[in-house]
């Protein structure tokens, strides 16, 4: 499959008017934000995403909040450091200092075996 959306259009009409086929349209939908509910605006959640992708909207938040939360948990504390490392030394150009760093362990049920685990987890604060 393709990673351009199937457009179709309509014979009957003479304005073109496309439309997306059912496949496109499942495509879209995984563009969507993963922003978990209730979470305030200025927060990153950072993942397995490239770093630049959350550097970028960091500087994005910035620029509207003054202040980014970047947040993360196991495997993808490193990348949440070095997202505020690039936020503040190379994008900021000196703008930007982290502001606080918060570390802590959370207790989580395992997907596979259901069991609870302790997981860490970090926030770093970054503002002007």
């Known amino acids: 499959m393709s990673s351009e959306p199937s457009i179709r259009s309509s014979k009957n009409s ?10 496109a ?13 209730g ?32 947040k993360a948990r196991g495997l993808a504390i490193g990348r949440a450091v070095d997202v505020a490392e690039i936020v503040t030394k190379r994008l900021g150009n000196g703008v930007f200092t982290v502001k606080s760093i918060s570390i802590d362990t959370e ?4 997907l ?4 609870m685990r302790n ?6 604060v970054v503002g002007k």
Do not use: C, D, F, W
């Open 14 to 23: 003479n304005a073109e008017e496309h439309k997306l086929t059912p496949e």
């Open 25 to 37: 349209e499942v495509e879209s939908q995984r563009h969507v934000s993963t922003i978990p509910v």
């Open 39 to 70: 979470a305030p605006r200025n927060h990153i959640y950072v993942g397995k995403k490239p770093v630049m992708e959350y550097a970028m909207s960091s500087m994005m938040q910035l620029s509207q909040a003054g202040e980014v939360v970047v």
């Open 107 to 110: 207790t989580v049920k395992s």
């Open 112 to 115: 596979e075996t259901g069991e």
């Open 119 to 124: 997981v860490s987890s970090i926030e770093i």
